[in-house]
């Protein structure tokens, strides 16, 4: 039996110290984290006029009625394939800029990444910059200052925490309302319910968990292979400039290489302890890393622009080294490139040794070409197919936004007895009509019936063949059809009718085909 250790499926969370960085993605990231945030926490609080019997709020899922608000559009359940052409766009969406892009989506936009990179910034302002945050980190001595320090962070993020629960339920009921109930604790227990697991799972994924969620929970980084090729567009590292690697003008060779590693060893391990010293290596026990990239034996060649500074990896919230090529762990944040390129100004070196590329650009570079043109990566036929189904996607959902009725009806024939006999012999059948009144006033509609002519309608209730329906509702309304006796669809076995309903204000009509059944369809 072999000593080995068998492979883990999952291994232990090693801390992660992202340093700050300075660059244009990471101010892209910063606008995108205060656009996204500001969006979620404050679009329940807009308000919008919707009449006297519904909450005048913008946005609005109304579970009550089953009913999705969104300022001037009313989704009712009936058209819920509204909502499901909406994710079929997400998806859709998805695929395309993973497959022109690379992971954006998980790099800028995915909650578990903003949430991420909003506690790091707490964190940073709290405890400081990576080198303090890793002293803190391997003190073992709690004393006032880490108490002090790491009490006011999770505090901090609570806070946030509780802010992201509490958002969410403002989306399905009137937010000022609610908001009154929960201070003065008589909201609905589901409300409370939602906002404490919404805030421990924000607590704990935002501020614990953090990468883990990405590389163990989210199915994306697995699947988003199938979305890429050798033209995506995404965040590499230009091995044939940057190799071989070596700190200012030393030329690598394999003893360098070795000289080198054996200098850096003493800052890679657990013994480093808390005292001011140094970070230049990875600071978690447990993690190799290549020095310096393959070089051949006996070789003795120039080095390459990068000069192994470690920028990139100080700097990822990921903790991996984008030097190894594409990993599952990496999110594309870009914050690697604005390091690198920092580092390249410095040094006097030409920005991009880190940058987005495509692999097909590979060999044109090092035989000392230009890249392709960013638009030939993205205009290609996998990128234009998801682009034309998008687009049929999203043309269909607003043509039939705009041509769906504000009116709309459905017909159920009562069938328990499927007629009656009245004392004067007239063959009755029974309708059950629902009416749904999307206009934000209530409407007077008027009911009228095509079919044989000896047919006549009646709505159970009144004499006259109108009524009401009030604003935003559905209306059950109960209808008789009479055959008088002796009559053709009173003896036959069935007749084809139409219901028509007329709205007497804007003229609207809307009609359904049913069946009126007579006396001959008993004797068959």
Known sequence: ??????????????????????????????????????????????????????????????????????????????????????????????????SALGRVWCGYTCPQTVWTDLFIAVERWIEGDRNARIRLHRQEKLDARKLRLRVTKYVVWLLIAVATGGAWVFYFTDAPTLLVDLATFSAHPAAYTTIAILTATTFLFGGFAREQICIYACPWPRIQGAMMDEDTITVGYREWRGEPRGK???????????????????????????????????????????????????ADVGPGDCIDCMACVNVCPMGIDIRDGQQLECITCALCIDACDEIMAKIGKPRGLIDYLALSDEGRERAGGEPRPVWKHILRPRTILYTTLWSLVGIGLVVALFVRPDISMTVAPERNPIYVTLSDGTIRNTYDIRLRNKHGDDRRFRLSLRGPSELRVAVQGTPYESFVVPADTTDLVRVYVLAPPGSAAAEGERSEIRFWVEDLQSGERVHTDSTFIGTGAAAE
């Open 248 to 298: 200012g003008n030393v030329r690598r060779t394999p003893k360098a290489e070795a000289v080198q590693a054996e200098a850096i060893a003493p800052f890679a391990g657990p013994e480093n302890g808390p005292g001011g010293a140094v970070y230049p290596a990875t600071p978690y026990p447990g993690r190799d890393r290549q020095v310096g990239g393959d070089i051949p034996a006996g």
């Open 1 to 98: 039996m072999s000593d080995s250790q068998p492979e883990r499926l999952y291994a232990a969370r090693e801390p992660i110290f992202p340093k700050q960085v300075h660059g244009s993605f990471r101010t892209l990231k910063w606008a995108i984290m205060i656009v996204t945030l500001g969006i979620y926490y404050l679009t329940p609080w807009v308000r919008w006029d919707r009449g006297p019997n519904l909450p005048d709020q913008a946005v609005l899922v109304d579970l009550a009625n089953r009913r999705f608000f969104f300022f001037w559009i009313e989704i009712w359940p009936h058209e819920f394939y509204f909502v499901a052409g909406l994710l079929i766009m997400a998806g859709l969406g998805l695929f395309l800029f993973t």
